[in-house]
């Protein structure tokens, strides 16, 4: 089965502070995604990864960064956290599929609750 | 840009009796892939179902099929038979199959299965 690990499943930290949250993928997919959940919004792209040191921004980067050094790894950087940030973080990745593959299916991880007080 | 809309936050149902979740779409492009994940208080998003949209015939999965409407932009989806573990977040997703396999995903409907 394909797994999507997030490192932290609840995370408090205070205002100001530089935030790491941490997903891993096992099947070597080559794209991976960072969604913020907030209630009545669903989910918002923040950011993902097609490759190796690639990014790309999505519909809400302001206040974030990212790190994809490795395939299987791709974090998410609150440089300074502000309370505004607080929200349930979800990490997905997916293989890339050409049109007719049906290998489109994104996995998603548990999702990390940050809370900044 | 695509938007997807689900206009109900919230619904309710009977256990065994059935359904229907609402989403609807806006898109400019013909190659694109529409989905229904769940997501259940234990918050491990879970794929439902998936249509392509090249394809006429609607999708089915067990208890829970589709009514796509692509001239109206609209994606539903049927729960049969109702369980208690159906309860949780249902989000509409929408995939450009051309834009590197992001998703735009609904605002989401709470569903609440009672006994």
């Known amino acids: 089965d394909v797994k999507v690990t997030q490192s932290s499943r609840y995370l408090v930290k205070r205002t100001g502070e530089k935030v790491f949250l941490e997903c891993v993928q096992d099947m070597d997919h080559e794209n991976m995604f960072w969604y913020r959940q907030d209630p009545g919004l669903g989910l918002r792209l923040i950011y993902f990864?097609?490759?190796?040191?690639?990014?790309e921004k999505g519909d809400i980067p302001e206040g974030y960064s990212v790190s994809r050094e490795k395939k299987e790894r791709f974090s998410l950087i609150l440089e300074s956290a502000s309370t505004n940030q607080t929200s349930m973080y979800l990490c997905?990745?997916?293989?890339?599929?050409?049109?007719?593959?049906?290998?489109?299916?994104?996995?998603f991880g548990q999702g990390t609750r940050l809370t900044v007080v | 840009a695509q938007t997807v809309t689900q206009s109900q936050p919230e619904m309710s149902v009977q256990e065994a009796e059935t359904v229907t979740l609402s989403c609807t779409y806006d898109t400019s492009e013909n190659n694109y892939y529409l989905f229904w994940y769940k997501q259940p208080p234990s918050r491990q998003m879970i794929l439902v179902i998936r249509?392509?949209?090249?394809?006429?015939q609607n999708a089915t999965e067990n208890r829970f099929s589709v009514n796509f409407q692509k001239a109206a932009k609209s994606f539903s989806l049927k729960i049969s038979d109702s369980q208690l573990g159906d309860t949780a977040m249902y989000f509409c997703?929408?995939?450009?199959?051309?834009?590197?396999?992001?998703?735009?995903f609904g605002g989401g409907t709470r569903l609440m299965v009672k006994p």
């Open positions: 990864s097609y490759d190796v040191k690639m990014k």
């Open positions: 997905a990745s997916s293989p890339t599929g050409a049109f007719g593959i049906l290998n489109t299916e994104a996995f």
């Open positions: 249509q392509e949209a090249y394809k006429q």
């Open positions: 997703a929408f995939m450009n199959g051309n834009a590197g396999n992001m998703l735009t």
